[in-house]
């Protein structure tokens, strides 16, 4: 895993751009395979994207839970930890917010929010705390133990709508109390009712918070001395197992919220999941993409979301199936991982500068 | 006599689950044995089940009729080698990160293949149903035998090769100089590459196998339980088969318990609801049952994995 790291300090912008624009091309070709017109395709999708001001905060909907499963996944890669357990801990996030803003009442409208936020927050770092303290305590593999909690909190959460929070006859949860919601009234009418409220802005201060933590504190650096190398971080006297607890806990902290956003700001209610909601995978797609780099998620997420959101206009707009979008991400990522590639693909432009030096 | 045929159906259906499972979890172990980590056995089940789906509905509409579900499994077999190849060139020749190029080919099966289907089958979200799936195969005689019969010996030709390449995998990866080999490559690369076995192509090799097999698991799904191809055929299946791999400790008779218990676990959820006293316990929990039973059988058995020594490491011969 430390691999990893290594990997992504070099070429931090130029790789990835290069990257983006392979991807698309890929996607382009692959259209042109399928009788499509790539050009109209990606008109349509950006056309969507940034053509009219409902289309375009419904994207910035779209990017705020990215930014968080991203942050989450990039959190525990720094320390070491693949979490490939944001999946379930965006989803246990979402039911505590549900449970907290639908059952509490009586909190006046800031102090609601709050409290069920947090409680999101909380729950999504419970969860990935369990799949710490057991890789700590017990050295059991945290990809098995994430991957078997994604599934217990996903039907967890349904048994939990289903008994305690359900519309009768609806496969939904009551609506949350209005004391609870995160929305941002005045910002979604001037965004012709695209669904805008506050967790884009925590988004934002998280990666910020990620930054801080990690580059700029003491227990920053010791978690990227364990993810780094865990034995030299023992010998050096830190204490690896409360690290990796901590580092999954605050990892979970922000897949939590990023659920809890959702519930308390775009939907208002949570629905009975038949099946695995995804966000918490695009996470890792987000992350790799953003070099597991606070700030380059907050990029990476933008460019996800846009593609994710823009990509049901194609099909409108050029009849090309949505799904091309997640083949152009996949070639993205591939990209990104394969530096060969890429910079054989550069090579041409940096000799020539270098002549032109010499001449 | 009721509760004997419940339970040689609670046998055949357990098989039936554990079937794709076990195919995809043989897959991992090749590719892990051999250093290079595989996240996407989701998205290779996903290609073979895609493949299969396909190419069965043309082999029946061109009049192959019950040769159809062969026809598919063999392009599956080649989708999911062409699908590793993607993964072992950027992991293994490129050095890629090993888990990023094994979510880009989770990436690609979720769009491509639901892309070609929607391509080939006017924009449908699925392929048509087929009419010819594999049928089960009886053993003579011994398919008489009351419980065990039904329960082992009247099952899908996929469940007795699934069941034989297990033990094909534990002799090949134990008895054998390739095995030796292929082991010694994800154990201690530099050292095997010094006594002359050649590491990168014992990976390649590695990984094609684990395309291959993982495809099959998902041709399975397709063949037997489904019957069309969807976006949700393949619906966390190769994460459990992972699952099941790291379960049973890298070694093929290990996954081949771990599968079963997965299968086991999704079939007595089917059967639950028959007995009068379980009928109070709500459907969420019964899901649930197969992971959190993982999780307690791990922390409290288990315990530290044993994973190849250079499983995840590229390997790069100027560097010792």
């Known amino acids: 895993m430390s691999k990893l790291f290594k990997i992504f300090s070099v070429d931090n912008l130029l790789v990835p751009l290069v990257a983006i624009i392979l991807g698309l091309i890929v996607g382009a070709v692959i259209m042109l395979i399928g009788g499509y017109d790539p050009l109209l395709a990606y008109g349509s999708l950006f056309s969507t994207v940034f053509g009219n001001v409902y289309d375009f905060g419904e994207t910035i909907r779209e990017i705020t839970p990215l930014i968080m499963t991203g942050l989450a996944v990039a959190f525990a890669f720094r320390a070491g930890l693949f979490n490939i357990g944001a999946e379930g801990q965006y989803i246990v996030g979402m039911t505590a917010a549900s449970v907290v803003g639908i059952k509490i009442t009586g909190l006046p409208i800031v102090v609601h929010a709050l409290v069920a936020i947090l409680a999101g927050g909380l729950a999504g770092g419970i969860w990935a705390g369990i799949t710490g303290y057991l890789k700590a305590k017990r050295g059991v593999n945290e990809v098995i133990i994430s991957i078997m909690l994604n599934w217990t909190g996903l039907y967890l959460s349904n048994y939990i709508v289903r008994n305690f929070l359900l519309i009768k006859g609806q496969q939904r949860s009551e609506d949350i109390k209005d004391t609870a919601s995160i929305s941002i009234g005045w910002l979604s009418s001037t965004f012709d009712n695209a669904r805008m409220h506050w967790g884009t802005v925590i988004a934002i201060l998280a990666a910020v918070f990620f930054f801080i933590y990690m580059w700029k504190s003491k227990q920053g650096y010791e978690l990227r001395a364990v993810g780094h190398n865990g034995d030299a971080a023992r010998y050096a006297g830190m204490n690896v197992k409360k690290n990796i607890v901590k580092a999954m806990f605050i990892s979970g902290v922000f897949a939590g919220l990023g659920g809890a956003f959702q519930v308390l700001g775009v939907f208002h209610y949570q629905a009975i999941f038949t099946g695995s909601p995804g966000v918490g995978f695009d996470g890792i797609a987000v992350a790799l993409i953003g070099m597991n780099h606070p700030f380059g998620i907050l990029l990476s997420a933008s460019l996800f979301g846009m593609l994710t959101y823009g990509s049901s206009a194609m099909s409108f707009g050029a009849d090309v199936p949505p799904e091309i979008i997640r083949i152009v991400i996949g070639s993205i990522i591939f990209f990104i991982a394969a530096q060969g590639i890429v910079r054989w693909v550069i090579k041409p432009f940096y000799l020539k500068r270098k002549k032109e030096k010499v001449l | ?320």
Do not use: C
Not at chain 2, 273 to 290: G, H
């Open chain 2, 1 to 320: 006599m009721d509760w004997m045929t419940t339970i040689g159906q609670l046998i055949n259906t357990t098989l039936v689950f554990s079937t794709a499972l076990i195919f995809a979890a043989l897959g991992g172990i090749f590719s892990e044995r051999s250093g290079v980590v595989n996240i996407g056995i989701e998205g290779l089940m996903t290609f073979g089940a895609f493949a299969a789906g396909v190419a069965s509905f043309y082999a029946e509409d061109a009049g192959m009729g019950a040769a159809s579900p062969y026809i598919g499994i063999l392009a599956a077999l080649v989708m999911g080698i062409i699908a590793s190849l993607i993964h072992a060139v950027a992991s293994i020749t490129f050095k890629a990160d090993q888990v990023i190029s094994g979510v880009v080919i989770n990436f690609l099966a979720a769009g491509s293949t639901l892309y070609m289907v929607k391509l080939l089958f006017d924009g449908a979200g699925e392929t048509t149903l087929l009419k010819e799936g594999l049928t089960k195969w009886p053993v003579p005689l011994l398919s008489e035998i009351p419980i065990i019969g039904e329960g082992l010996f009247n099952n899908y030709p996929t469940t007795y090769l699934a069941i034989i390449l297990v033990l094909v995998a534990f002799y090949v990866l134990y008895k054998t100089s390739f095995g030796l080999r292929l082991r010694a490559v994800g154990e201690h690369p530099s050292a095997a590459d010094t006594v002359g076995v050649k590491v990168l192509r014992m990976r390649y090799v590695g990984v094609i196998l684990s395309g291959a097999l993982a495809a099959l698991g998902g041709a399975t799904v397709t063949l037997t339980t489904t019957n069309t191809f969807s976006h949700n055929t393949i619906s966390g299946q190769g994460f459990i088969a992972i699952a099941a791999m790291i379960f049973g400790k890298w070694n093929p008779l290990g996954a081949f318990g771990a599968a079963v218990f997965f299968g086991f676990s999704q079939a007595i959820g089917n059967y639950f609801q028959l007995f009068a006293w379980s009928k109070d316990i709500p459907q969420e929990f019964i899901y649930m049952l197969p992971y959190v039973l993982t999780v307690i059988v791990l922390v409290a058995a288990v315990g530290k994995s044993s994973a190849p020594a250079a499983l995840g490491d590229p390997y790069d011969p100027g560097k010792r």
